[in-house]
């Protein structure tokens, strides 16, 4: 814990300068969040900031904490202490109005869990539709640009059985951006996939990177997370461990990290 | 032995039997709807509902698949009189086949939306559906679609359930082949046309309702996969 607070501090010089270029509060700021499932406490005071545009990997040995943290991101679990805003909303103030919460909040899971009744272009429009009550037309204009947006244009009439795994993890995402989202948590999005897929799925992601778009991801895909992260995050046993740019993962300062990289690599 | 079979009453009776073809299949046809959503209502409520809901489901339920259908219709009837409330043999009929129904659809429905996995809830509610529109646009179709064979099965048992409506006088067509059997003393041909009439109804409402899985499902229709 003592060379996790020295890291931190060291690699803050860095982080800042880069907040100061990007924009100015944070959109996500955890604050000595602690969350417990029963007598396991899980995060045990988290602290960390996400700033517009900025990318951030969150890695880690399975278990240490990863989806669970994302997960409070956008109200899934909910945190027992410390505090949490999102998007300008206190989440530790119990009193957000989650589904408000989640339009400014988009999530993809490792699953996909698409909608397997429906259309790849109904399974991107569904919630606009409900949810911001767009009209017909104004959807399908929507589903041709998120599509194009994760290649997938000659898609929208399949349906997801219809699809590669790789596919359908991207209709996920274009599903998610078609709520035009402030922020999209990816939680191991590509550990379903063979390598080429995941190739595939990354470059996506990588893209929206480059477009300015904020995200926490959770991934194991180490190079992706050194080459497009903006912030790397360790979490070690429901700690931050390590966190700094991407090439952190080059000179790990905690035998864990050194290890996990080593493994992980 | 022999046996010279008889089949003139067909011609004789041919109005009495056309009548209670058409009861019979009134009867079910307006029963389906109601006895569905029912059914559906009350699977939503036992699984979503507030402690009370959910016990209300349960106890009507089981009272009503633990017991047999001609006490429910007696009950029903009889009761319904006791109130002093007047309705004929018909709408009577109809509306214990709708609760009837409705207790066997609640645990059909019940099983389909549990069958849906929990990932996808998840993912509606992240997409900041409302529960009541993941429940109509995410959940009930897929339950549907899931069920749909054991739905049929039940709609059927439901059609050849109304056999027993002649006992409140509702006359359908079991009820008009004991009249005419009554009459013309040959039960045994009477009975036979009446067993085929009820397989060609069975066979048209599996084949109906088939049809409105087309319509209902195009994925299914598209892909012919399960869910
Ligand atoms: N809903 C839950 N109820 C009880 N325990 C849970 C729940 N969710 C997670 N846990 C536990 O919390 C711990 C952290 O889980 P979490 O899913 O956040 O880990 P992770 O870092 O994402 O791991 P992985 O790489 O395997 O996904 C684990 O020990 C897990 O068993
Ligand atoms: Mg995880």
């Not at chain 1, 060379?3 to 010089?13: D, E, G, Q, Y």
């Not at chain 1, 399974?123 to 204009?141: C, F, M, Q, S, W």
């Not at chain 2, 006359?171 to 397989?199: K, N, P």
Request: proline share 4%; charged share 15%.
């Amino acid at each position: 814990m003592n060379a996790a607070t020295k890291i931190s501090t060291a690699t803050a010089s860095a982080t800042e300068t880069q907040i100061m270029t990007r924009s100015d509060t944070p959109l996500v700021r955890f604050q000595g969040v602690r969350k417990s499932f029963g007598e396991l406490e899980v995060l045990k005071g988290i602290d960390l900031e996400v700033v517009s545009g900025e990318v951030v990997a969150l890695i880690g040995r399975s278990g240490s904490g990863k989806s669970t943290a994302l997960r409070c991101v956008n109200g899934l679990e909910r945190i027992n202490a410390g505090a949490l805003t999102v998007c300008g909303r206190e989440l530790h103030s119990g009193k957000v109005d989650l589904r408000d919460l989640r339009q400014d909040v988009g999530i993809v899971f490792q699953s996909y869990n698409l909608f397997p009744h429906l259309t790849v272009e109904q399974n991107v429009t569904l919630a606009p539709r409900k949810v911001h009550k767009i009209g017909a037309a104004e959807a399908r204009d929507l589903a041709d640009t998120v599509l194009a947006q994760v290649g997938l244009s000659d898609k929208a009439k399949n349906y997801p059985e219809q699809l590669s795994g790789g596919q359908q993890q991207r209709v996920a995402i274009a599903r998610s951006l078609a709520m035009r989202p402030k922020l999209i948590l990816f939680d191991e999005v590509t550990s379903a996939l063979d390598p080429e897929l995941t190739g595939e799925v990354l470059r996506v992601i990588e893209k929206l990177a480059a477009g300015g778009m904020t995200m926490m991801l959770v991934t194991h895909e180490m190079a992706f997370a050194r080459s497009v992260a903006d912030q790397v995050v360790f979490m070690h046993q429901g700690r931050i461990w390590e966190s700094g740019k991407g090439d952190m993962l080059d000179k790990p300062q905690t035998p864990e990290l050194r290890q996990f990289v080593g493994n992980g690599l | 032995m022999s046996y010279e079979f008889d089949f003139s009453f067909l011609n004789e009776y041919l109005p009495e039997l056309w009548h209670g073809i058409w009861l019979t299949i009134g009867m079910t046809f307006v029963s389906i709807v109601p006895g569905f959503a029912l059914g559906t209502g009350c699977a939503i409520g036992r699984l979503y509902g507030p402690p009370w809901v959910q016990r209300i489901v349960t106890i009507y339920v089981e009272g009503i698949r633990n017991t047999p259908l001609i006490i429910q219709v007696f009950w029903l009837f009889f009761g319904l009189a006791v109130l002093q409330v007047r309705v004929g043999p018909f709408p009577a009929a109809v509306i214990a086949l709708v609760i009837n129904v409705g207790a066997y659809t609640a645990e059909i429905m019940r099983a389909g939306f549990m069958s849906i996995p929990k990932g996808q809830l998840e993912a509606a509610a992240c997409l900041a559906l409302k529960p009541s529109q993941s429940l109509w646009s995410v959940q009930l179709p897929q339950a549907v679609e899931r069920v749909y064979p054991a739905l049929v099965s039940q709609f059927v048992l439901m059609m050849l359930a109304t056999s027993i409506m002649s006992q409140i006088s509702a006359e359908e067509l079991t009820g008009v082949a004991y009249m005419i059997q009554s009459f013309t003393f040959r039960g045994f041909e009477v009975y036979l046309v009446i067993a085929v009439i009820y397989f060609v109804m069975a066979c048209l409402l599996r084949l109906t309702l088939l049809g409105v899985a087309q319509v209902s499902f195009p994925r299914k229709r598209r892909l012919g996969t399960p869910l």
